[in-house]
């Protein structure tokens, strides 16, 4: 578990980031999204202790990292690996020897590290290319020894910053597929720092939005999606602005998971026609995820239309985007 309270951090006079405070609990995937520089990467090294914070807690598995020095933040260290952009292995060595390399700092003996060398590279599907150097492999297969490193210690957290971005969609897909498998397997708490929604929707329980230094928006992926009108919502599932229909009003419904799928007959015993002008679904961890805008008969009312819904498992609220009006009162 990381829980992370009021951490600040100010280079001279300029605090890049500022009170956040984030908890990722154990076994969990929790990813920080972004724009550029609003503090993302420093939020990382912050946790990975490359960074001093200002102020503030970082708590791993009950440790106050900010708290430590010397040798106990030596040792702290080991419960956080951390997997960087394009891998960062070392040139010079073959994938078997940059995942030794963290054992081989700490003191392991070496049957040790060669016994975890092997499962490690097992687990993340490179034996057959233990002895190949970095250039000898592709992106993804370097992002996959990088992941193999930053587990050599068997930290209980993992530090994914931009671990899957400049990967092509198959690759990204593996190394997601890897980073799931890592926490239901292994249970490692895993934070993934990315500027990519499909990252998030595809592997995160939890979501954080950073803007500024600080926290505008987070939950669970699932409640997430389905907010209205909120930011971090639209950026997750996108819908594209549709005119009204026959002068219908325009309701934007959402769910997750568990929905009946003959809702749209069952609603439409009670509500009339139902125009349904555009849809989104995606997969999010195990589960589904819709966004849909419905036309629906103006006249019914609003209450009813959200009960009617809600008892269904979805989400409904009215439109009321200036465009959606405009479109609306010109039908
Ligand atoms: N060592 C430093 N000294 C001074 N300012 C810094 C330092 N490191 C980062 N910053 C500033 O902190 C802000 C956040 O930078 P950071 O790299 O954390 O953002 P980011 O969200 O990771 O951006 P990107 O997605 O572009 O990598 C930026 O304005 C940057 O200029």
Known sequence: MIEISGLTKAYGDTRVLDGIDLTVADGQIAAVVGPSGAGKSTLARCIN????????SITVSGQDLAALSGKQLRLARRE?????????LLRRLTAAQNIALPMRH?????AEIRRRVGDLLERVGMLQRANHYPSQLSGGQRQRVGIARGLALQPSVLLSDEATSGLDPDATRAILDLLTELRDDLGVTILVIT??????RSIADHVAQLDHGRIVEQGAVADVVRRSDSPLSRALLPMPTVPAADGRRLWTLRYRGAVSPVWLSH?????????VLAALVEESGDTSVGRLTVGLDPRLDERRVVDVLADLGLAAEPVTSLRAVRAESAA
């Open 49 to 56: 202790l490359l960074e001093r914070p200002t102020s503030g």
């Open 80 to 88: 956080i690996g951390t997997v960087f952009q394009s891998a960062n």
């Open 195 to 200: 500027h990519e929604m499909d990252v998030v």
């Open 106 to 110: 700490q003191g392991v003996p070496e």
């Open 267 to 275: 609603a439409g015993r009670d509500l009339g026609d139902i125009a």
